[in-house]
């Protein structure tokens, strides 16, 4: 993933003596960091991955679930030993961010958004690092909260090719670590086997946990999902559950199956722990309907192929051969609200 950054960055300082200072926006520049400090020794940092739209009716700036990214932001920084952060406060930032930015969104003026531009999006990064300069491993008593914002290229749309990991080599995320807070830790890891998974051909990893089970957990640092028929025949959307703590607790994947449940009674949502294996007997037996990753960046990302123990196990796509009906729709759902199509309590107007 890469782009260019925007113009300007918010910065606000933290002290245990003195709590949150005054937050500013300033020109973009790089950060003036003691060698000592925490985040560069302790992995002290956190992050958050969001989206800016422009309204396709009224040319408004929005953001979606903010909320929902101030809590998790807080959760992330509590297991890293980091200060929270008001949520209010951080939607209220993150907006006043975004409007400085507002000239990084396409808008063709009073008329519609240019078919080129019609999904134009920035992206946001707030962040949370650790800053005291201390050698040796203590909580920090010095933080610093920052907002940067780039520009992205459009994302490929054809279907992705994931590979299976073996859990006897890497794992990414495991009960009682973090592998369900959006810290710096939880990413570089993985980058060495996703280095593997590039020269074979693969567009991500497919990460799976315990060697016996090889439970399906994340798609390289998205959420993954299958919809496959039942054994009684029904439909069944199905994801990795939270409480184990290996997944990331996504708000594209808490959108899909709050949407899903909403407006399709007919699809069972499921959260529990399934097995590659489990993918392969659907695919052998024409159970298989489709799968798809969801997160911030690639957003919703059909799925075609998943490279499992030297097989390519093929997934079907009905869409013109691009996506799946269901993730199809999903994606169009999601469209309506963060481009403000229509009117929904997800979408946050920038004033």
Known sequence: MTGSTTDHMLKVTWSHSTGWGAPEIIPYAPLALDPAATVLHYANECFEGMKAYRNKRTGKIRVFRPDLNAKRLNMSADRIALPSFDDDQFVALLCAFAAVEERWLAWAGNSTISESDENDFLYLRPMMIGTTPRLGLATPNDAMFLIIASKLPPWHTRPLRLLASSPEESVRAWPGGFGFAKVGANYGPTLQYQTRAASLGYDQVLWLFDVEKRYVTEAGGANFFVVWRTEDGGVELVTAPLEIGTVLNGVTRRSVMELVRERMPEVSVTERQFTVAEIVAAV???????????????????????????????????????????ARTIRRWLEEIMYGEIDHAWGVAVN
């Open 284 to 326: 052998d037996s024409q159970r298989i309907i489709e799968a798809f990753t969801c997160g911030t960046a690639y957003f919703i990302a059909p799925v075609g192929e998943i490279g499992i123990s030297g097989r390519d196990v093929k997934i079907p796509l009905k869409a013109e051969g691009k996506s799946g009906e269901y």
